[in-house]
């Protein structure tokens, strides 16, 4: 949508196929309905930085078209934004919707022609060129560009089933081999459907492969029916993923911001303030109360004993457990529950300021199709608006 903009805008007659009956199905759901457009990082330098080895190819896209032109982009079609935790750009809104009605907006201003239910099957090619374009219905569309925005393959129920590699392949292009990315993570322990629903704010989590630690991190996660889910689980998966198969043990920091010493003291204090009150109500000051059923049951103390007849001993296996609350990962979900596809089109096949192939000389891609892959937060969709941007403005009216 942002490529139709604007490619309609410099003066081209454009044309958008779509194969669902509605436009921007995976827009709305983006940032639990509210959506991430950006992260409030000025320097696109740094942006790109969040995209690994990959991330060079974006300096020059973000620096054409990047956080502070976004912000702008939405703002003066009346779209206002928030900056939130992590300086995740929201819409002030937190409505998907407002997003996705300005891009319509702007299409329509820009004399977009949009068409639905259109399905592209095939792409034909002609000597270094693109030809046509095939729809299921058999229908030909030509044109003197054109611009695969197709995505990846997470949530295909949303229309992002991987076309877009398929036809890319087929034109000669290389197509790193797209893989789930940003996942939640399956537990095994059979606690885990007492927490459900259970969020958890500034947490630490480290992680660990055969009693070795191999990544950390701090935010907030959540426990599904199954395991968990969050952005700081979300972003920790991408390591998890490298590391599976194998024995795999997250251990949580319920209380990041204080030491073993200092929570021993405090539970010391708590218990002695209500010495006739029993552990499971000492226990939730410092705890959510969700958790302290759990808690109490793997250190093997009564929930209802009196806090003042608590030993120490078992004051400090709920130290240890409040500290090192240790979780088991059996897996990790697929594309079905991936939040972004790692992979895609070769980047050296492709040039990074205007986003054509180098292969073929009337073809474009942008967004999620290209192989890049970045944290949750708002940084996936700025390449989205970044490459469609210059995709859409490359080449002469
Ligand atoms: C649950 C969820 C939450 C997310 N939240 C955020 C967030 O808050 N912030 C953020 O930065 N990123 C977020 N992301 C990632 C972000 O949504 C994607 O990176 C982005 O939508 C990719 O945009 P795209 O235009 O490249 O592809 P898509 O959004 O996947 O759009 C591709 C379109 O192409 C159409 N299409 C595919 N094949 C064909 C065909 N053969 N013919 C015609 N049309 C076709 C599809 O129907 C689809 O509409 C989230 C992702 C998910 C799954």
Known sequence: MMAAGRAGERGFRVLLLEKNDKLGIKLLITGHGRCNITNKIDSPREMAEKFGKNGKFLISAFSRF??????????????????????????????????????????????????????????????????????????????????????????????????????????????????????????????????????????????????????SGTGDALFTAKGMSGPLIINMSKGVRKELPGDIMLKIDLVPELDFTEVDARLRKDFQEGPNRQIKNCLDMLLPQKLVPVITKIAGIDPEKKANSVTKEERKRLVSLIKEFGVHVTGLYGFEKAVITAGGIELSEVDSKTMRSKLVENLYFAGEVLNLDGPTGGYNLQVCWSTGYCAGEAGSA
């Not at 095994?188 to 007492?194: G, H, L, N, R, S």
């Open 66 to 215: 990047g956080v502070r032109d976004l912000i702008g982009f939405f703002e003066s079609r009346g779209v206002k934004t928030k900056v939130e935790k992590n300086n995740r750009v929201i819409t002030e809104s937190d409505m998907a919707r407002d997003v996705l009605n300005a891009l319509i907006d702007y299409m329509e201003k820009n004399r977009v022609e949009v068409k639905l239910n259109a399905e592209v099957r095939t792409i034909d090619r002609s000597g270094g060129r693109i030809e046509k374009i095939v729809l299921a219905t058999g229908e030909e569309v030509l044109a003197d560009r054109f611009i695969i925005c197709t995505g990846g393959k997470s949530y295909p129920a949303t229309g992002s089933t991987g076309d877009g590699f398929e036809w890319a392949k087929a034109l000669g292009h290389t197509v790193i081999r797209p893989e789930p990315s940003l996942t939640p993570v399956i537990l095994k322990d059979a606690f885990v459907k007492e927490l459900e629903g259970l969020s958890l704010r500034d947490i630490r989590i480290a992680a660990y492969k055969d009693g070795k630690k191999f990544d």
